[in-house]
């Protein structure tokens, strides 16, 4: 059976400070990977899917960035974080059908 | 284009049912519902991907009604582990392969004793 890792599942950082956070699928080879974003009490929204190793698409244009180094793993990052990047961080796998997310990161940036 | 959800929050007695609504603008490949409970990830219920499709699990069922570009969650002989919040996504016609999804700002589903 598939499963998705995220971590770390909290994380506390300074404005201004890079960030990094790893997910990763066990059980299925070449997913979709997608990265979203929930602020609190509100919506998913959606940052970045993959369809393959290198391929990286934005659907919304900020500070963050994400990498997809080999087929089972996807990374968002940024350089420098903002107050307005704190929220639930939630990364998703499909295949053909419904989407499958992991536990999520909750990062706090003060 | 976000869909847009209705109602935004019900609050049901155990053992009653609920109806929840997401329309989208734009034609739709297929529409899938997420039930979130407070600090969890989403959890995927169901996808329909035709138009008229209907699906059930337990009891929650959906509908999709292609023309309209709208389905309804049905929420029957409601349970104390039903609550949390129910999420609508859409994916369009339009999507390329990955079939990317828009969410709804969600439904916020409280059943009570």
């Known amino acids: 059976s598939q499963t998705i890792h995220q971590w770390p599942a909290t994380l506390v950082q300074p404005v201004g400070s890079p960030l990094s956070l790893e997910c990763t699928v066990e059980?299925?080879?070449?997913?979709?990977l997608y990265w979203y974003r929930q602020a609190a009490g509100r919506g998913l929204q959606l940052l970045f899917y993959s369809v393959g190793i290198g391929q990286i698409s934005s659907e919304v244009p900020q500070n963050l960035s994400a990498s997809r180094p080999q087929d089972r793993q996807f990374i968002l990052s940024s350089k420098k974080l903002l107050l307005s990047d704190s929220g639930f961080y939630l990364c998703a796998w499909s295949l053909t059908g419904g989407k499958f997310f992991g536990p999520g990161t909750r990062l706090t940036v003060l | 284009q976000q869909p847009v959800q209705s109602p935004q929050a019900v609050i049901l007695r155990e053992g009653e049912d609920a109806v929840i609504n997401c329309s989208s603008s734009k034609a739709l490949y297929s529409v899938h519902w997420y039930r979130q409970k407070h600090g969890e990830a989403p959890v995927f219920l169901m996808i329909?991907?035709?138009?008229?499709e209907q699906k059930g699990h337990d009891k929650i069922s959906a509908s999709f009604n292609e023309k309209k570009q709208q389905s309804s969650l049905y929420l029957t002989a409601s349970q104390l582990s039903y609550s949390g919040t129910y999420f609508c996504g859409t994916d369009l016609i339009s999507s390329g392969s990955a079939r990317q999804l828009t969410f709804g700002s969600g439904t916020q589903l409280t059943v009570l004793p």
């Open positions: 059980g299925t080879s070449n997913p979709n």
């Open positions: 329909l991907l035709k138009g008229g």
